[in-house]
């Protein structure tokens, strides 16, 4: 897998998926990788809310992605239970990322096509993120807010970029 700094800028490329096989320019798109969007007490509004907000536009990997939840869930899990939160993935990885793979080394020369007409094949996904977006979010009751502050601040380990955490209150009717 290549470094993030390789696939770290928003760009837009032609990766058109039809579901008429000759008009699509990217043949397979990789498998998703994130089990669960949703996860905990889906039925219950909870008066806290922590998000966790991107600071800079960029993309992230799906492996990224599934290791931020993961090591939230397991706090949460641990600490609250397997209900008594709602935690929900609000990204959804639909960019194609694409590799032209050259060969190097001895006999390379043989091997490689070069850069003529180089469009890449798909090696993974990633989802775009814009300033200021959502990436995550828990609903927990009150005292449990320091609870999510902490799962939350965890994934930002595992995310590449800088996040903040944004607390609300939900105001009862």
């Not at 907000?53 to 706090?75: D, M, N, P, Y």
Request: proline share 4%; hydrophobic share 40%; no cysteine.
């Amino acid at each position: 897998m290549r470094k993030f700094v390789a696939y770290r800028r928003l760009e837009r490329p032609y990766t058109r998926i039809s579901k008429y096989r000759k008009l699509s320019y990217i043949r397979t798109k990789p498998n998703i990788k994130v089990i669960r969007f949703d996860m905990g007490d889906k039925g219950t509004t909870y008066p806290f809310m922590v998000r966790l907000v991107s600071k800079q536009g960029l993309q992230i990997r799906q492996e990224a992605i599934e290791s931020a939840r993961l090591t939230s869930i397991r706090l949460l899990e641990k600490k609250i239970g397997k209900t008594g939160y709602h935690f929900k993935i609000r990204i959804y990885p639909f960019h194609v990322l694409r590799e032209n793979a050259l060969a190097s080394g001895a006999g390379a020369d043989r091997l490689s096509t070069g850069m003529k007409m180089s469009f890449g094949k798909p090696v993974g996904i990633a989802a775009q993120i814009r300033e200021g977006q959502a990436i995550m979010e828990i609903s927990v009751p009150e005292n449990r807010a320091d609870i999510a502050r902490l799962a939350l601040k965890r994934a930002t380990k595992k995310l590449p970029g800088s996040y903040q955490l944004v607390i609300e209150q939900k105001k009862s009717a």
